[in-house]
Nanobody, 125 residues
Framework: QVQLVESGGGSVQAGGSLRLSCEAS????????MGWYRKVPGKEREGVAL???????DYADSVKGRFTISLDNAKTTSYLQMNSLTPEDTAMYYC???????????????????WGKGTQVTISV
């Protein structure tokens, strides 16, 4: 069974940085598809960043140039480095993984079947 545990959320002032971590257990195959999402009450969940082993990451337009996703394959841990944060980045951030992903499969924002419980990020002016 896949389990994802996020950490690193918190409260910072606008312009600051945070680094989120997502430690996954139960994933197999050696190639992974993982993503970060965020949810604000009253709004739809947004895919923020997506990473696939040995592929170029993908980012939502709202975070391009500010957020960086990375994947430590050996540790099955994904990271989201968030810089130049603004109050609009305030949200609950969730890590997700496609537990059925194998090398050559499609990795997309809508293909995730395993989710963490989330970590809150709050940005103040």
């Amino acid at each position: 069974q896949v389990q994802l545990v996020e950490s690193g959320g918190g409260s910072v002032q606008a312009g600051g940085s945070l680094r989120l971590s997502c430690e996954a257990s139960g994933l197999s195959g050696g190639h992974y598809c993982m993503g970060w999402y965020r949810k604000v009450p009253g709004k739809e969940r947004e895919g923020v960043a997506l990473i696939e082993t040995a592929r170029t990451p993908d980012y939502a337009d709202s975070v391009k140039g500010r957020f960086t996703i990375s994947l430590d394959n050996a540790k099955t841990t994904s990271y989201l480095q968030m810089n130049s944060l603004t109050p609009e980045d305030t949200a609950m951030y969730y890590c997700a993984a496609d537990s059925y992903y194998r090398l050559g499969s499609f990795c997309g924002y809508h293909g995730m079947d395993s989710w963490g419980k989330g970590t809150q990020v709050t940005i103040s002016v």
